[in-house]
Structures are given as structure tokens and as C-alpha cells.
């Protein structure tokens, strides 16, 4: 493996100073029909991220999916809807270009569905649907700008969706715009596949795979999620890590109680989910549930020396989100994300602050979020947690507690959990995978970021269970792009670069 | 103190069977009179708990003390509202009845504001300012009933305030009603006192006494709040315990941040409070903040006797609220109303269930509850906490962090803290306090349960400090009216049994 990381590392310092003509060519073409269309394509971009996303809101889900299709068409490229066998699941969009001589297909993924939203909390004036322009992040002191005298690259464009993943569907469907209407056809047949249920864990992609497994073959599928290095750099990832969510709930008295009146006696929902969530990990960061890293399978080699060789962003990070001290006893940013996690998303009981009263709360809630790496399995990670829970003397349930159950339990807890799936890893010594690279390489003049797992996630594990494909991302969007939170955005830039990136591709070596 | 007890304890065999014909034959005027009273009653109570009463929402505060004010005076009271020298305090509504001949003076309290309300977490049809009437609590499948052809006393009045404490407002002005419309004079002077910033800690009653010491002169307060006791058996309380919250914010990173990208490395709010809140006491609950039970002025023996006398209603509480096995640790309930508390009123970070997205939150809140006991000084408790939590490594601060501060310190909380206020209690052998004991007995035919201390709050050592006068309360409503939280409730029954307690009062033993 070690000296496939070379070839690699050759590859691109072969290519990166200078660049291939016959790349500047296309980059400047692509560029040039960019800027001439630039307005058009922002105008059609803040209209896709105005039609709500969330996965669950299907209605809306499928203005959206049309939204696409008719944007394909208007590309030239003939869209259809994929579902599954299950009723009601959210479609894909799908559309195929077969170009003449081409012996591979190069299939390109995004989804259009977005996290669930919490409006009150979106500021500066910003709503998860009614995207506009700020001048930098709101977090530091960005305003809303008008775009009436034209769009600085600087400035990032809103909304849930803007940057995940609807901007993964516009740099790849302007992208090969750009390469027809500047008369270079692609060099390998394309697919083009939208999902639109990656938010809830792509529940029935699987089933859309298999059902129409013949229509998605392809050499290779190229994802465009996730967003690119800290540094600014771009970046080629060329695997994810899995992802499951669980939902815990902890019990007190069936109402609440005034907190003197019953102070003292009545147990506390919130201090005994409080002592649980404690339980699970050292002052170090360390994951105390038994077992937790057990079936990891450890980075290759030459994984091992990939990761040496990426930026160091630490210092930047700490500077830029104010973390004076961060997890991880030492380990580095990378290294930790090729771990599995177990992260508290959120914490509920009762109120807080001005909103919060003087009582003992009903219950108490927690949804975690727990990254696998490779070698870990879904259902192995859950039930190492729900032992946990069980061994901190808790009765699990997997419904709301019946009156017995109340009464016979001191300790009791609901645990349910999500789909989740595992993660995914490409090895680095496939040709077409190398192409790639090569290609991504020529449009800029400093090393691509090649990162062996991102530490997001992404179903990716299907491509090749179902598929039997290989599959390799290439993220788009800023790193700093509040993705999954409020205040979403997308740098205006990287929307531009990422319009060249996927041109580039789809022209890549035969 | 013993022998006082047995004093009291006599009274009360003397008395209770059978009543006194004096107070029976009050007791039968006073009922007569309610029951024709009662549509005109209720009408007046539902208008009454239909205007919102938060406390920091002085402009309906000021609505309700108007309404108030046009009660009094419809009973031939005048009014008048008392304010401190702070501006825009809520005002106090008072009114005062000299009686021909009569020596003594009672003043009757109590508190027209009520706890915050989120109007989202009522259920079965109930909103926090519509009062309707149930036929039994929501939690135990209740409905709204139709009050068109009478109101069962078995019935719930609904609505923020409807128990605590406008049921107190409701029951004293009423008792006086029906004592003069019924030609039985009081035996004292009376004056009546209803308070509107309680919830908050009464934050400026120090000021209104302190103004108006003069106007506010008794021989004794009663006090018309908190609940009845468990059993449902009438209930005289000696005392309180004090109470003060904390509200504590623990920083994150400045943005939230995609779990999966930054999972391992960016440090977690919530898990730096659960940790946090998690050290604050041990499995078997006791406090483990350092000193906390240090200053507790321990109970008399007379208070340990009348204590062990009490019924014992854990066995009722457990089944009734879903209980399997208490806090405490073997301690009683009443034993445990004795002690000071740390209680989680509430707990948020980011969102949890269907709102959770997969991020590391930016903050985690906990609000706390601190009761205090005789002997607890608030701003003492309060630096034991905050010692406390400097132990485990935070740095505290009193405002938002800012990019230094985050820049600096690994573990960084906001503490902030309210006024908040001692506890106070009442001795045993005070003359006017036995009659009082002697007239509220002969109402019944069981022992009145004694109670050294609420376990509740209210800022009586006020009327000690202040007013250098005794104080003693007498609650009118039922246990389970859902105090502090939603589906507030007040039982019907206890209202009219509340005017009949308050009567008797007025009419007691010179």
C-alpha cells in the first residue's frame, strides 16, 4: 500500500506545477461560460434552496425533486424519478448521458433533503428558507448583502440545503452545462443520481439500488458532499465514516413536581440521565463503553502516511471556533477522525433560564450520535451502549413506560435508535481512482488534501455491497459552512471551483 | 418545646370531636352562604385566572391587580395598591377592616403572580390562560367538563395561577364576604396583603414592608399558599425552607459543529456539563458540595415528634406519581422536606428527538434549585456550588465568554444566580398561633397535620425581619394541582373548604 501512496504522490507532484494545458483549456472554458452565467445560475440556486428540504416533508421533497428534474432537462439530460419497492419513499432523480466511444460511466451522487430545522435559532436576520447573501459568517458579525450590483465570490449564499447538498447538485449539473455549451463533451459516459433521504441515513437507498441496479452501474461514483479541507484546499476523501443516531429517554414521576414540595424524595429524571451520560467517557475523552473500539480495523500504512502529510489546521481551528483545549488526549484533528464517537447531539429536560420553573422534570432526554470506522457494525454499537446502560442499573424499554413498569423500576429508560449504517473505505491503487486525482490535481497549483476517511458520514458501504462499484468524494463546499446547524451557507467561491472541479472530472483520462 | 407540642396536641383532642358549636354554626353560615355564592364565585375566579399573571409581565400583573382591587371593593373593602421605592415593582393590593373592640390584628397574604408558563407542554385541550374544568387531572385521563348545569366539587378549575396562588386570593376574600354578608363580624382586625412578585423570589417585598411598616402592623400573618397535605387532611405549616436558582452556562465551540467532522476533537458542552452536574451528588444522593448541610440548624425534638406524627403518604405518592423507589436514602419524606436541596429544574443543549441534527452543540444550560433550610445562608450555599465547580476545573464567569476568555480556558461556565432568601420557621408556643391551631381543628373531625416546614418556599422571614411580627401558613389547595408546571390545577372542594378554613380564622379566639 505504501508505494501505491507514492505513485499517488508522484502523480500529483508531476501535475500540480505546471498545469496540463489541455486541463487549463477546459478550466478556462468552463470559467469563462461560469461567469457568463453566473447570475442565471444563482437566481435558479436561490430558488432550489427556497423550497423547504427537511427528509420528512415529502410534499416539499418532491417540488424539490422536480425542481431538479426540470433543471436536468433543461441541460439536455432526460430525468426520471427513482423510487423503491417500500410506498412514499422520497425519490431520486436520475438522468444518463451516453457519449459516443466512451467504455466507463462516471456516476455523480448528491442529495437535495437537509437536516430538520429550528428556525428561532437561524440570526442576523437569516431563515432556513429564504436564502440571501451575507459578507462573511454571522458568527463573525456577517450581514445580509444585496446582489443587485453583482455577487462578490467572498460572500456565501444561505439556507439549509445551500451548502448540504444542494450544493453538491448544482456544481455537478452546471459543471457538465458548462462542458456542452462549450463545446467539450465529456470523455466518459455520465449518470447523474440525486437522493433525497440522506439526512435520515439513506433508510431506502438500498432498495433503490437494487431495483434499479442495472440503470446505476457505473466504474465509478463520484460524491459530492462534505465539505473541503480547513485549509481551503481541496480535498479527495476516499472514504466515510458510518453513522447511527439513538434516542434515550430517562423517566421521573408521571407529572411534575414542585421542587420543594417533593424535593429530596422524588427521583430526578435529569440527574439520573446526567450520571449516565457521565458514566461514558473518562476525563480524557476516552470512551468508557466496553468494548467500543474493539473491531476497529486500524489505518493501513499508507493511510497512516496520507494523514502525516495533510495541513495541520489545530491552531487555525481552535483560533476560529474559540476551543482553547480540544478532546482527544493528544491524539491529532485527523487521527481522531478515523475513531469511532460517541457525541451528544442534544439534552432536554423541562426548561432553562428565564423559561425554566421550580420543578422536578418528567423526564429527561438525549439523542446521541455515534460515528462507526471500518470494522465497526451498526447493530454491535448499539447494543455495546445499551449494555452500558444496562450496567449502570437501568431497566431499557424500547415504548413509554406502562404504570407496572413505572412501579417496579427505579431506573428506567427508553433507547431506541435509527437505521445507521457502517463505514466505507476505497483503497488509494485503483486506476480510475488515480485519473481522478490526476484530474482534480491539474486545476490547482498547490497538493490536493487526500484524506483515506472523512470523518462525516455517508452510505457509501451500499456502493459496493449493492453496486459492486467504487465509489470516492469530492467535497465541495467551505468547511465552515454550519452544515446540520442554523445559519447555513455557501461560499459563492467554492461554488465557482466546484463547477471546474466536476467539469474536470467528467473530461478526465479515459 | 416537648410540652408545647402536648399543649397544642391537647387542644387539638379537645377539640375535634366533637366541633364547638360556635364554629359549627359559623362553619354552616359560611358553607350556606358559598353554596348560593358559587356561579357568581366561579364566574369571578375564571375571569380571574384568564388574565396572565407572569410575573415579568408587568402590564397583565397590573390588569390583575385591578381586578383584585374591583373584588375588594365589590366586598366593601377599600383598596390600595402598595409599591416599593424601586420603580415599576408589582404591586401589592392591600386592604384593611378595623373591627369595633378588637385587639388583635391578622393579616391574611397572598400572591396573585404566577410561574412562567410554555403553553406547548399543556395538554388534553388545557392553555395556561383559558381555564376550563376538568372532572380529574389530564395525567389520569381527565376531560373538560361543561360547567352549564352545575360544578361537582370533585371537579378541577384549570389555568397558570388557578391553585398558586390566586385559590388563596380567591378563598380569603371570599371568607370575608360571607362572614359580613352573613351578619358574623370578624373578631379581629383584618388586613389583606396579595403579593406579585413571589415567583421571583419577591424580590422588592422587603422594600413594600419596609415602606409600609407601619400600614402592614399585625399581630400575625397567615399565609394562604402551598398545597394541603398528601393525605388531603387539612394542614397548618410553621415554616418554610428559603430558595434560591442558578443558572449555568457551559461554552463550546463558537458554532455548532458537524458531529461527524469534527466528532473526537471539538470538546462537547453538554458532556462538560453532564460531567459537572453528575459530581454534584453521589449515587446514594447525598450532595457532595462541600459543607452543603455544614449550617442546618438541626430540628427541635418537639419538631422531630410532631414530624413522626404525620401520616405517612410515601406508599400513595410512589403509586399515585409512578414511583418505584424514592430518593433519599432511607430517609422519610417528611425528613427529607428538612433538608436543603440542589435540584435540576432543567436541562438544554442543542435538540433532541426529531429536531436533533448530528452536531456538537455551541452551549449546554442547567437551571438549579436550591432549597435552603434553617440556618442556610443563600449567598453561602451559592459560593459552596460555585466552589464546587471551579474544583472540577472551570473557570466562572458572570457574562458571555469572550474570545480571550474562550481562547484561555478549557472549561469555561457562566454562573449567574437570583436574589433568593432564607428559610424561616415559626416556634411552636405562640398564643395567637394555638388559637389559630384550635380554630382551623374545630372546622374538622381529624388532627390537622402539624408541619415544622414546607417543603416549598416563600420569603417568610421577611415578616420576621421587617415586620417583627410571626407568621404561619395555612394552604387551601390540593396536592396534586400540578404547582409551577402545566395543567395547573385547583380541586373545587378545597376552594369551598379553603373559605370556610379562612372564615374561621377570622373569626377566632381573641
Request: aromatic residues 8%; hydrophobic residues 40%.
Amino acid at each position: 500500500m505504501k508505494s501505491l501512496l507514492h505513485i499517488l504522490i508522484t502523480i500529483i507532484c508531476s501535475h500540480y506545477i505546471p498545469q496540463t494545458s489541455f486541463a487549463q483549456t477546459i478550466q478556462q472554458k468552463v470559467n469563462q461560460y461560469t461567469k457568463a452565467n453566473e447570475k442565471k445560475w444563482i437566481d435558479e440556486y436561490l430558488q432550489f434552496v427556497a423550497i423547504p428540504n427537511v427528509t420528512r416533508d415529502t410534499a416539499n421533497i418532491l417540488r424539490n425533486a422536480a425542481f431538479i428534474k426540470n433543471m436536468m432537462e433543461q441541460r439536455g439530460i432526460k430525468a426520471e424519478l427513482l423510487t423503491g419497492t417500500t410506498p412514499n419513499v422520497n425519490p431520486a432523480v436520475f438522468g444518463e448521458i451516453k457519449v459516443p466511444g466512451a467504455t466507463t460511466t462516471l456516476a455523480f451522487y448528491a442529495h437535495y433533503d437537509g437536516q430538520p430545522v429550528n428556525a428561532a435559532k437561524w440570526t442576523g436576520g437569516l431563515n432556513p428558507f429564504e436564502p440571501v447573501f451575507i459578507d462573511k459568517p454571522i458568527e463573525q458579525g456577517g450581514k445580509i448583502v444585496s446582489a443587485a450590483n453583482g455577487i462578490s465570490p467572498e460572500w456565501r449564499l444561505t439556507g439549509r440545503g445551500s451548502a448540504d447538498d444542494k450544493a453538491g447538485v448544482m456544481t455537478i449539473l452546471n459543471a457538465y452545462d458548462a462542458l456542452i455549451k462549450t463545446g467539450a463533451a465529456p470523455t466518459h459516459n455520465i449518470k447523474f443520481f440525486f437522493e433525497a433521504e440522506e439526512e435520515l441515513g439513506s433508510i431506502h437507498l438500498d432498495e433503490i439500488f437494487t431495483k434499479h441496479k442495472e440503470k446505476l452501474a457505473a466504474d465509478l461514483w463520484v460524491i459530492a458532499d462534505g465539505p473541503r479541507h480547513v485549509s481551503g484546499k481541496k480535498i479527495i476523501t476516499f472514504g466515510v465514516r458510518g453513522d447511527v443516531n439513538m434516542d434515550l429517554t430517562v423517566y421521573g414521576a408521571k407529572r411534575p413536581l414542585h421542587s420543594g414540595n417533593y424535593g429530596n424524595w422524588a427521583p430526578n429524571p435529569a440527574k439520573l440521565l446526567v450520571d449516565l451520560l457521565a458514566s461514558m467517557k473518562d476525563e480524557k475523552d476516552n470512551i468508557l463503553v466496553k468494548g467500543y473500539y474493539d473491531d476497529v480495523i486500524p489505518l493501513s500504512a499508507s493511510e497512516k502516511e496520507a494523514i502525516k502529510k495533510i495541513p495541520n489546521i489545530e491552531e487555525t481551528l481552535k483560533k476560529e471556533l474559540g476551543i482553547a483545549v480540544p478532546d482527544g488526549n493528544g491524539k491529532s484533528f485527523v487521527e481522531l477522525l478515523h475513531l469511532p464517537t460517541l457525541n451528544i447531539n442534544g439534552i432536554r429536560s423541562a426548561d432553562v433560564g428565564e423559561l425554566a420553573a421550580n420543578i422536578i422534570p418528567t423526564k429527561a432526554e438525549a439523542t446521541l450520535d455515534l460515528r462507526l470506522v471500518l470494522g465497526n457494525k451498526v447493530e454491535s454499537q448499539i447494543n455495546k451502549v445499551v449494555k452500558h446502560i444496562e450496567s449502570k442499573g437501568f431497566h431499557v424499554i424500547d415504548h413509554d413506560p406502562t404504570e407496572e413498569e413505572r412501579l417496579k423500576y427505579g431506573k428506567l429508560i427508553k433507547v431506541t435508535h435509527g437505521e445507521g449504517y457502517p463505514a466505507q473505505r476505497t483503497p488509494f491503487d485503483i486506476p480510475l481512482v488515480q485519473k481522478l486525482v490526476k484530474a482534480v490535481q491539474s486545476t490547482v497549483d498547490y497538493p490536493v488534501v487526500l484524506l483515506p476517511s472523512a470523518g462525516g458520514s455517508l452510505p457509501l458501504y451500499l456502493f459496493e455491497k449493492t453496486l459492486k462499484t467504487k465509489v470516492i468524494s469530492v467535497p465541495v463546499v467551505n468547511y465552515d459552512n454550519n452544515q446540520h446547524a442554523e445559519n447555513e451557507n455557501m461560499l459563492v467561491k467554492y461554488l465557482w471551483e466546484g463547477i471546474e472541479t466536476m467539469a474536470i472530472i467528467m473530461m478526465m483520462e479515459k
